[in-house]
Every structure is written in C-alpha cells, then in structure tokens.
C-alpha cells in the first residue's frame, strides 16, 4: 500500500500530514519563507514514494454556472478553456464541472465554472510540488470535500449554507442542488468559540442578504444554515445564533461527522480541517484545481498501477487456464496409461489365443476370408437341373408338345448374397392336328403354362403366339387351306419366358 | 482527465510497464504450454483408445475364430486339395473336359477359354479372378448335358459358375452321317479361382 500524505496549505503556512487507516498524524510544518520552502522541499524529496493531497484553506472560489452547446474533443477543450479564462480572469487555478444536459430547450451541456481566488499566494508551494515530480492526486478546497457533510445534515433543502472553521477562519460556503454556489472565507482575530460564534451570526446574516440581492433566494424563504462545530462549544453558539424567520440553524457535531465518515483522530475543537483532509482520501470528489503538469506523475503512477494490475491479472487467469489444463492434462494421462495397460493385456490374450490355434497355411484373417467367400459363391450357385425338370413336368401334363429350344441364363441381383433369378426363353411345337383349331391351341398353351406355374416361385410369361387373339394386335383371316385363319398348316410354334426366384 | 502518452511520461513508469509486459507474456506463455500438452495429451489418449478398441476388437475376432477354426481349417484345405486358390491350371481344365467329354461318351465338344479377368476384390485383400468359357457341345439327350455339368463341377481344378446355356434340337439337315446327337448345348461357364491379391 502506497504512502498518503495529506498537505493543508492555510494563510502563510503549510502542514504535512501522514494519513494511515483513517489517523491523521502532523509530520511537519512550514512556514512560507525561504527557510519554510526549504524544508519543504526537503520533506518532499524524503517522501517520493508517497502519494500526496493538497487541500487549500486559506484560498477562496468564484464559482459560475455556464450553459455552452454540446461539442466534443478539440473544441470542447478549446471552448472550455476559453470559459474558464473568462470567469477566472486568467486564474491558473480553475476548473470545469459537467452537470449534464438541459432537459430542454437546446439542451446545451451544463457546466459549473470554478476558479481559485487569489491562487497566488499558493504559486511558492506548487512551484516545489512541480519540481519535485511527487505524485500529487489532487489540489481541492472545502466547498468541493463539504458538499456530502453539509447535504446530509441540510435535511431535502435545495438550497443551503454550511459553515465551519479553520485555521485559516470561517468558511461559509453556499451549495444549492448538491453543487457549491458561493464560497467566502472571513479571517477571525482571536479564533476564540464566543467570536466564532458571533462572526457565524453576522456572516449568516450578510449571506442571506446577498442570496436575496442575487435573487437566489425569495423573499421570506428561511436558509437552511449547517454550522459545524465541536459539542463542547454548542451553548456558545445557541446563545448567539437564534433561529429567525430567515435562517434556520442545524448545528452538526463535528466529531460524529468525523466519525461518520470513518476519522479515527477526532477533532478536540471546531475546527475542521482534519475532517476535510481525510475526507480526501475517503470521498474525493470530482473536481480538483491542480493542473495536469503537477498530476502527470500521479496520472502516470496509477497507469502504472493499472498496466501492472492488468498484466497481474493475465497472468493469475493464465494460471487458473494452465491450473486447469494441468488437472486435464494429469486425467488423461491417467487414462492414457490405463488404457495401455488394458491394450497391452488385449494384446497378450490375443497373442496367447493365436499360439493355442491349430498350424495354419494362411494367415487367419485370410484363411477366413478366402473361405467366406467361397461359400457366399457355393450359396448364389444355379443349376440348369429344376429348370428343366419344370418343364419336363409340363410337357407330361401337355402331352404332343415338343420343345425346340430352351435359353437358360442366371441373372445375379445386385446384392453379392441376394436370390437371384434364372430365366428361360422356351420354344416349342403344338401338335399338328390342332393347326386349324386355333381354340385348342391357346387351350393347350394355357395348359402348358399353369403347368409350370404349379410352382410358386415361376412367373410365366408369352413371348409369342400362333395366333395373337388380343385387341391390340391386327388378326387376318381369309378362305385358304389354312381355313383363312392366318394358321400355319404346319406344327403350331409359340414362346414362353419363365422366370424362377433362386 | 486522460494521461499524455508521451515518450517521455511512459518512461515515468517503464519499470511497470516491462513488469506488467513480462507478467502478461510469462501467464501467456505459461498458458499456451499448458493448452499445447493437454492437445498433445488428447490425441495421444484418442490413439491409446483406438489401438485398445482394435485390441478388442482382434480379440473378440480371435475368440470366435478358437470356436470355428476347425470347419473352415478343413474347408480351406478342401479349396487348396482341389485347386480353387493360386495359379489356374488350363491344361489341367483341358484335361478334366477331354476325361469327362470321353466318359460321357460325347461326340462333338468345342470350347473357347477368354483372358482371366478380376472380378471382385474381397476382404483381407483376396481377390476372384474369372475365366469365361464358352462350351459347344452335342448331344443325345439333355442327360448328358446335365451329366457334364456335374462332372465338371465335382472335377474342376476351379470353382465353376454357369452363367447361361442355350439347348436346341438339331435340324435333321445338320446330323452328321451315323451321328446319333439329338441335341447341341451352347453354355457359358465361369472358372474361378483366388488370386494372390495386393
């Protein structure tokens, strides 16, 4: 964890402070003369390696509220810079808060324009800030760190005043909607409670005042005022700070405030400083005067710390990957290994099995295919045998045909172990005395065909006929020997196809 | 407010920079070797299972094989005895026809071997090889034909596959003088033997 040190620069005077789990502890003080700036820098050099705040007291703000129109980058920089030189009279001390967009009209970007009055009196300290070349997160004052204090004690009301004090004096700081509006500082001569308390009254007084010239406020609206104070120094201030029909006191105790925001060094009276020094580390808020020479390094260490986090980051994800792929790694070579045990035993089982074997001519695996294949050839064999036999059949239920011709052909399927057909293309003779009975020829034929297909597994099928006696043939007849009937005198001839399943 | 990432600003933080850089690369690396050994891991074990599911599966093979050695042992000696696997033995068919057709008591016999061809490519690299014969023979009944046949197929240094055969009654114009052939067989038959494969 990186070193806090806390800077409060009030009036002439700079204090250096070490913060560490919410304890404050004074390590130095300087003056503002050249012995002062010299142990300064000195202090400086010592703590390097620390990350300093600088809050200033003793400097009061001028704040404006600006509405500009929306642009970005270049321009917006340049047009906000020009702004700035407008409301602060050059001031290098300044800064531009966005408060967002109008919600209507032409909706231009809202801004809060805040520059330090009278910064020169801090240009000594910053001078040996720069040279340095500490980190410096930032430069603020109270109205930026009193904002949170002073709406939780302000209740709902808009518009309010908080006032506290220093060492520098009494700070009265107006914030209306959360955003300071108004920031006085009034120096005290004794800076005793009684005239604390006194000044609170009259300042309250003449603010109050101002908010009416200004219109901020209307005309008997009562103004809520937080006053932070030590409860030891509570009756002080009651008996000079009545309530009116225009102001309406909330006194705060400082030290449960403190407490509140996690301050473990307690204030021991109404000055609030160290609450406003811690409340830079704790809450910083948005917007600081330092300018962005005197934060580079700051700027560039907590890159650093980013880069450094980022690469710390890639590096524990990598080893939660490789943590991971190591567990996955280990679980596979695990299996691997049983595997190959399991392999290896396969292996001798299959070896022994091989020597129990009989001598083989061939190696195994081709003796048994070779042998396979022979009888899925033994099983798809045809013979001509049940062919002829089927129409030996028929021609003893036919008898006078005869047969002039048989074609036998054995179609394979396509399938290596389907059925398969056979074919036979068959011619034969009818007998001679039935040439001129055309009817006793298709009767005999039809007789030769159920003959054949008494068995289930043949389609019989003509191929041709003596006579074609269907529609879709032409018939011709006539008076010859033939008896016009288109007959042949010889021997009648017909075809058949049989088909048989295997 | 955005750093200035000049030259000059980042060497304010090289040393964190070269520290996240090499934390960065050191995690990738480490990373990255791991990935590469889990890949190398899984293949290996995708390997080791495959040489283990062939184990099995040779295994399983050789059990059955135990149980139905002894039948195809014998079938395959079978095969070998009568020629059917290696070189086929023409003059041997040639033979076996002349013995068969002079048995039979044949007349007339004409044959015609083609060019061995493959024909199908089997398991464990055997490979069918076919001859295809076209036979021409006389006869006086279809007896003998199927006689022929049979001889064949109990004979034949091969194994025989008839394919077609075509049976038709001679016209009395074509018997020879003193012939008594009745019939002529036209048939094509298939010799197939195994070849040596690749």
């Known amino acids: 964890m990186t070193p806090q ?83 602060g009279h050059g001031a290098a001390l300044s ?51 009193a904002g949170s204090i002073g709406t939780e004690a302000a209740g709902a009301a808009p518009l309010f005043q908080l006032l506290t004090l220093t060492g520098a004096g009494l700070h009265q700081i107006v914030f209306e909607n959360g955003q300071p509006r108004l920031s006085r500082l009034t120096r005290l001569t004794t800076g005793s409670p009684q ?18 010239a200004q219109r901020i406020i209307d005309p008997g609206a009562a103004l809520t005022t937080v006053v932070l104070l030590h409860l030891r120094q509570l009756a002080d201030y009651r008996g000079r700070c009545a309530d009116s029909d225009e102001i309406r006191y909330v006194f705060t105790d400082l030290c449960a405030a403190a407490k509140g925001q996690g301050l473990k060094t307690l204030p021991q009276d109404s000055c609030s400083e160290k609450l406003f020094l811690h409340l830079m580390i704790r809450k910083p808020p948005r917007a600081q005067y330092a300018p962005a020479a005197l934060r580079r390094c700051y700027q560039m260490w907590r890159l650093g710390l980013v880069a450094t986090g980022a690469g710390a980051a890639i590096l524990i994800g990598s080893v939660l990957v490789a943590g991971a792929q190591t567990l996955e790694y280990l679980r596979l070579s695990e299996h691997i290994g049983a595997l190959r045990v399991r392999t290896e035993n396969d292996r001798q089982r299959f070896e022994a099995a091989r020597r129990r074997l009989p001598p083989l001519p061939v190696d195994i695996v081709r003796l048994r295919a070779t042998v396979d294949r022979y009888d899925r050839l033994a099983r798809q064999a045809t013979t001509l045998e049940p062919m002829l036999q089927r129409i030996s059949r028929a021609l003893d239920a036919v008898p006078g045909v005869s047969v002039e011709r048989i074609d036998w052909r054995a179609n394979d399927s396509a399938a290596d172990s389907g059925p398969g057909s056979v074919v036979a293309e068959l011619v034969a003779r009818l007998p001679a005395e039935l040439a001129s009975d055309p009817r006793a020829q298709l009767d005999a034929i039809g007789r030769f065909g159920a003959a054949l297909r008494l068995d289930r597994a043949v389609a019989v099928s003509s191929l041709a006929l003596p006579m074609e006696i ?22 009648p001839q017909f075809s058949l196809r049989i088909v048989a399943m295997r | 407010m955005k750093p200035d990432l000049t030259f000059r600003n980042l060497a304010l933080i090289r040393g964190r920079l070269v520290l996240a ?48 050695i002894g039948p195809r042992l014998a079938r395959y000696g079978e095969l070998q005895k009568r020629g059917y696997l290696g070189q086929e033995d023409r003059l ?66 091969a194994y025989t596959r ?37």
């Open chain 2, 92 to 157: 041997s068919w040639v033979e076996q026809i002349r013995r068969i057709q002079a048995q039979r008591g044949l007349s007339a016999l004409r044959f015609e071997l083609a060019p061995q061809q493959p024909i199908d490519r089997g398991d464990a690299g055997i490979e069918l090889l076919s001859s295809k014969m076209k036979l021409e023979l006389q006869l006086l009944h279809e007896e003998d034909l199927l006689g022929f046949l049979a001889d064949l197929r109990a004979a034949a240094s």
């Open chain 2, 21 to 68: 850089v090499t934390l960065a690369l050191l995690g990738l690396s480490l990373m990255l070797v791991s990935l590469g050994l889990v890949q190398a891991a899984r293949q290996s074990h995708d390997q080791a299972l495959a040489q283990r599911q062939e184990a099995q599966r040779r295994l399983a093979e050789m059990r059955d094989e135990e149980q139905a």
């Open chain 1, 470 to 491: 269907g529609s879709s043939h032409s018939l011709r007849g006539g008076s010859e020997p033939d008896g016009g009937t288109g007959l042949s005198p010889d021997a």
């Open chain 1, 5 to 87: 040190r806390l800077l409060l620069l009030a009036t002439d005077r700079l204090s250096a402070h070490r913060w560490r789990a919410g304890r404050i502890e004074v390590e130095a003080e300087f003056a503002g003369d050249a012995a002062g700036l010299e142990g300064f820098a000195q202090y400086l050099r010592q703590h390097r390696d620390s990350t300093f705040h600088l809050l200033a007291v003793q400097a009061e703000d001028s704040f404006q509220l600006e509405a500009l129109p929306r642009t970005r980058g270049a321009d917006r920089n340049a047009m906000l810079a020009r702004k700035l030189g407008q409301h």
């Open chain 1, 195 to 212: 005239e604390a308390a006194t000044a609170v009254a009259a300042e309250s007084a003449k603010i109050y005042q101002y908010l009416l």
């Open chain 1, 95 to 145: 800064v531009a808060l966005s408060l967002g967009r109008e919600k209507a009209g032409r909706r231009y970007e809202r801004f809060l324009l805040a520059a330090v009055v009278g910064g020169q009196q801090l240009e000594p300290w910053l001078l040996l800030l720069a040279a340095a070349k500490i980190r410096l997160a930032g430069l603020y004052t109270l109205p930026w760190l």
């Open chain 2, 162 to 198: 008839l394919r077609s055969c075509r049976l038709e009654r001679l016209p009395d114009g074509d018997r020879s003088e003193g012939a008594t052939a009745q019939l002529v067989a036209t048939c094509s038959i298939d010799w197939i033997t195994v070849g040596a494969g690749k």
